[in-house]
T-cell receptor, first 114, second 114 residues
């Protein structure tokens, strides 16, 4: 158990809908990272938050947004969903602002858009 | 920009045989390098990391990797494969001066036959 909790584990929704994925980092970790894993794109970095502030952005679509709350949990919001958004979404946390140490990954949320 | 290339999307070995998973990196500065393992329906777990200390890095479950600057490689090895090693393995790189994110390779699926 990595200590990172993601909910829900599975999500099935229709095109055009909006969903929210939730991540609770390990106790004490200030950084939260979101990654998307799909068969054709592999593991793609989406966005990082550190202590409530956005720190880095990767290949995140404009239809996607995220935030980190004062209690350090994070949410990834996906809207106007398309079939191609079907993927496994991982959250990772680390104690540092920089990714120079181990990042602990949750078990992921599998999103299926039908 | 950093990148990693994992040669061979699938590797098959017999139980007890040597495991060799290849990773080559591209980086303009000495990078940090990581190997992660993903078991079915699980998140990613860190196997080992190189952060500019010893070039031969030992990780969990008898895995090790050697950083070779001249070859820009960070291959993962294990002397004797176990059935439980069957999983997907990801090499990742980060820039120590800009460690906002990990850049992952496309992964290598390891199969172990009895």
């Amino acid at each position: 158990d990595s200590g990172v909790t993601q909910t829900p584990k599975h999500l099935i929704t229709a095109t055009g809908q909006r969903v929210t994925l939730r991540c609770s980092p390990r106790s004490g970790d200030l950084s939260v990272y979101w990654y998307q894993q799909s068969l054709d794109q592999g593991l793609q970095f989406l966005i990082q938050y550190y202590n409530g502030e956005e720190r880095a952005k990767g290949n995140i679509l404009e239809r996607f947004s995220a935030q980190q709350f004062p209690d350090l949990h994070s949410e990834l919001n996906l809207s106007s969903l398309e079939l191609g958004d079907s993927a496994l979404y991982f959250c990772a946390s680390s104690p540092a602002e920089r990714m120079n140490t181990e990042a602990f990954f949750g078990q992921g949320t599998r999103l299926t858009v039908v | 920009a950093q990148s990693v290339t994992q040669l061979g999307s699938h590797v098959s070995v017999s139980e007890g045989a040597l495991v060799l998973l290849r990773c080559n990196y591209s980086s303009s500065v000495p990078p940090y390098l990581f190997w992660y393992v993903q078991y079915p329906n699980q998140g990613l777990q860190l196997l080992l990391k190189y952060t500019s200390a010893a070039t031969l890095v030992k990780g969990i479950n008898d895995f090790e990797a050697e950083f070779k600057k001249s070859e820009t490689s960070f291959h993962l090895t294990k002397p004797s494969a176990h059935m439980s090693d069957a999983a997907e393995y990801f090499c990742a790189v980060s820039d120590p001066f800009n460690t906002d994110k990990l850049i992952f390779g496309t992964g290598t699926r390891l199969q172990v036959f009895p």
